[in-house]
């Protein structure tokens, strides 16, 4: 499961980001840029395992999934591992490349 992995990595990397001394986060945004090889609904159980896994049990998490261009016919598409052809033409979909997810905390104004 390579999703453990990259979520365990972006939400270390978005809670590392605010550096010492803040609060707890009050939001976790998780933004899915290749949904073809990372399921949403992937990605946020697996998010809620690593956040567990910091003691924060519960953070509310938001998750979305950025749709894919085709390069064929210029389409977008809500685009799922199971059918990752363009729903218009039927041209396979474009491997997006660099980071398949995101994290952002949101935190508490101090």
Same mark, same amino acid.
């Given at each position: ?5 990259? =979520? ?6 978005? $809670? ?21 090889? /990372?399921? #949403? *609904? ?6 809620? =395992?690593? $956040?567990?896994?910091?003691? =924060? @049990?519960?953070? #509310?998490?938001? /998750? ?17 591992? %199971?059918?990752? @052809?363009?729903? %218009?033409?039927?041209?396979? $979909? #474009?491997?997006?490349?660099? %980071?398949?997810? *995101? ?6 104004? *101090?």
């Amino acid at each position: 499961m390579h999703e453990a992995g990259l =979520l365990a990595a972006a939400v270390a990397d978005a $809670l590392a980001a605010a550096g010492p001394g803040r609060q707890r986060p009050i939001a976790i945004e998780i933004r899915v840029r290749d949904p073809i090889h /990372v399921a #949403p *609904e992937s990605a946020r159980m697996h998010a809620e =395992l690593a $956040l567990r896994a910091r003691g =924060l @049990f519960d953070i #509310p998490i938001e /998750v979305t999934a950025d749709p894919v261009e085709c390069v064929a016919c210029g389409v977008s598409n809500e685009a799922h591992a %199971d059918h990752p @052809f363009c729903a %218009d033409c039927g041209w396979p $979909l #474009p491997d997006r490349g660099g %980071d398949a997810v *995101e994290a952002t905390m949101r935190w508490a104004p *101090e």
